[in-house]
C-alpha cells in the first residue's frame, strides 16, 4: 500500500473502513501547520504496516467528519480494525507510543 488515498466525502469514508481489515485515516484541513509537520512523519511509520490500508480527509472538504468521528481538533489519527475504532490521537501526537500501539494491533490482526 503506502500512499494515502485522498477521500472526498462520507460516504467515501465510510466505505473506506468497511473494506479492508485494517484501515487508518488521517484527518486534518488546510492551514493546520501541526497537520502538514506530522503527515510526513506518519507516512514513514506506516510504511512498516503494508496490509493497513491508509486514507487521507480533510475537514475543509468533507465538514461532516467532524460530526461523524466527534473530532474538535486536528490532526486526527484513527485506526480501524473490522470496521471497528482501536485507536484515536489527536493533536500532539507521540510517534514512539503511536507506533507501539499500531505494532500490538497489527501483531494480533496480521501475524509476526
Known amino acids: ?8 466525502s462520507l460516504d ?16 486534518s484541513k488546510n492551514n493546520c501547520s501541526v497537520c502538514h509537520g506530522l503527515l ?3 507516512q514513514n511509520l506506516m510504511k512498516k504496516y503494508p496490509n493497513i490500508t ?11 467528519i467532524a460530526g461523524r468521528f466527534n473530532i ?12 471497528k475504532e482501536y485507536i484515536r490521537e489527536a493533536r500532539i501526537v507521540h510517534m514512539d507510543l503511536l507506533e507501539q500501539k499500531i505494532d500490538k494491533i ?7
Open 1 to 8: 500500500m503506502g500512499e494515502f488515498e485522498n477521500l472526498t
Open 12 to 27: 467515501k469514508v465510510d466505505t473506506f473502513i468497511q473494506s479492508s481489515e485494517l484501515s487508518f485515516i488521517y484527518i
Open 40 to 42: 510526513p512523519q506518519v
Open 54 to 64: 491508509l486514507g487521507h480527509v480533510n475537514v475543509d472538504t468533507v465538514g461532516e
Open 72 to 83: 474538535f481538533t486536528v490532526p486526527v489519527l484513527l485506526l480501524f480494525v473490522n470496521g
Open 106 to 112: 497489527y501483531k494480533n490482526v496480521v501475524g509476526p
